[in-house]
Every structure is written in C-alpha cells, then in structure tokens.
C-alpha cells in the first residue's frame, strides 16, 4: 500500500496567516491526489483533486501544488471558518490512503 | 441536491455481523465507483472498501479483507456493506462517500453521508 506522510500533525495560526500543509507518498502517485477538509462532528468535505483542482465552491484561498510524490496545501489567508482538520488522500490505486490529517488551530 | 444518506449501524456483539447501507439520489447512481470510509472518534479517517460502477473492480483494505463484503444494487441506487466477524477494533463512525469521476477507475470522493455509528463491544 503506498503509505501518505502527512506534516505537521498540528499547527496554530492566527486569522490572515498563510498556512501551508504538506504530504508525501511513499511512490509516485502522478498527480492522483485529494484534499479533504473536516469540522468536528461533520463528514469530510472535498476542496481540491487532481493536486491542483478547486472543488466547486471551494474558496481561491485555497490552493494545492505537486507532483509525484510530494505535494502541498495552502491556505494563502486564513479564515475563521478555515479552522479545521485536513487530510490529504491518494487515489492512484487500491487500497486509497490517507494522510494523518493536520489540525489547525487557532493561535 | 446529491445525497447519501447511510444507516444500519448499531451496537453489535464481537464475532457478529451488521450490514451497513447507503442511499443515493440526485445523480445517477450508476455512473460512479462509491468508497466506504470509517474514523474512530477522534482519530484519521481510514479507507474501507471501495467498488467501481458495475461491480466489476472491488477492493478492501487489508484490515477488513475477508470480512467484510461491499456491494451495491443501482436499480435500488444503494450501497452496501456486509460486516462480518465484528472486531472491537472496528468501532468507528462509517462514511460511504461517492467518486467524483464518471466511470472512472481513479476518482477523489467528492460527496459523503452523514455517517453511521458502529460499535462493537459485549
């Protein structure tokens, strides 16, 4: 299985900040990546796929980058409402893995 | 609107069985590949099973091979997910969530159900 390391674990910042999130998988998995953010006591909610496609209505602070094997998130000015947990996933093949996911925080 | 909507979860002995369902509307069911995605409370989300638009590519995560059976009927626009041998360690909160891609064999999950609570404990 290929395994998605996923950094930092957590991270605090303050509203405007620009926050960047990083995964790496463990082969090269094309451009077959996903980010996924989440709330607390919701389900997951798709912001970006193919490392670099904004969901529908998914806001243009949010950005993804990358190619092969690593790849990153950015959120270029944070949001009150940006405060969450996010995960990043690979679908290049079976089984889809998960990153560890990155909580952020408000400072 | 596109929805799923998941029930069948519950409290459940170890060693036994509980099928899990998924119902889909407002696209056309058949046209894509759906996952299922569980998360212990608290923890990451961890992939389950996933099963391609006819039934004809289906995977499982090592942690449940064996054991669990996903399956779907698009007349009824549903899916499904036969539990069996319950393990402690398969408590968690379970999604089924569908691919983004038509017919697709590589696609990022773009809509999810609200969840099911499975617990398995004596």
């Known amino acids: 299985a290929i395994r998605i390391t996923q950094s930092p674990s957590s991270l605090s910042a303050s509203t405007g900040d620009r926050v960047t999130i990083t995964c790496r998988a463990s082969q090269g998995i094309s451009s077959y990546l996903a980010w996924y953010q989440q709330k607390p006591g919701k389900a997951p909610k798709l912001l970006i796929y193919a490392t670099s496609t904004l969901q529908s209505g998914v806001p243009s602070r949010f950005s993804g980058s990358g190619s092969g094997t690593d790849f990153t998130l950015t959120i270029s000015c944070l949001q009150s409402e940006d405060f969450a ?23 | 609107e596109l929805q799923l909507v998941e029930s069948g979860g519950g409290l459940v002995q170890p060693g036994r069985s509980l099928r899990l369902s ?3 509307s407002g696209f056309t069911f058949d046209d894509y590949a759906m996952h299922w995605v569980r998360q212990v409370p608290g923890k990451g989300l961890e992939w389950v099973s ?6 004809g590519n289906i995977d499982y995560a090592d ?6 059976t996903i399956s779907r009927d698009n007349a009824k626009n549903s899916l499904y997910l036969q539990m069996n041998s319950l393990r402690p360690e398969d408590t968690a909160f379970y999604y089924c969530a569908k691919d983004n891609t038509v017919a697709g064999t590589r696609g990022a999950m773009d809509v999810w159900g609200q969840g099911t609570t499975v617990t398995v404990s004596s």
């Open chain 2, 22 to 24: 998924c119902a889909a």
């Open chain 1, 85 to 107: 947990t996010y995960y990043c996933q690979q679908y290049y093949n079976y089984p889809r893995t998960f990153g560890q996911g990155t909580k952020v925080e408000i400072k």
């Open chain 2, 50 to 55: 996933g099963i391609n638009w006819n039934s």
């Open chain 2, 63 to 68: 942690s449940v091979k064996g054991r669990f």
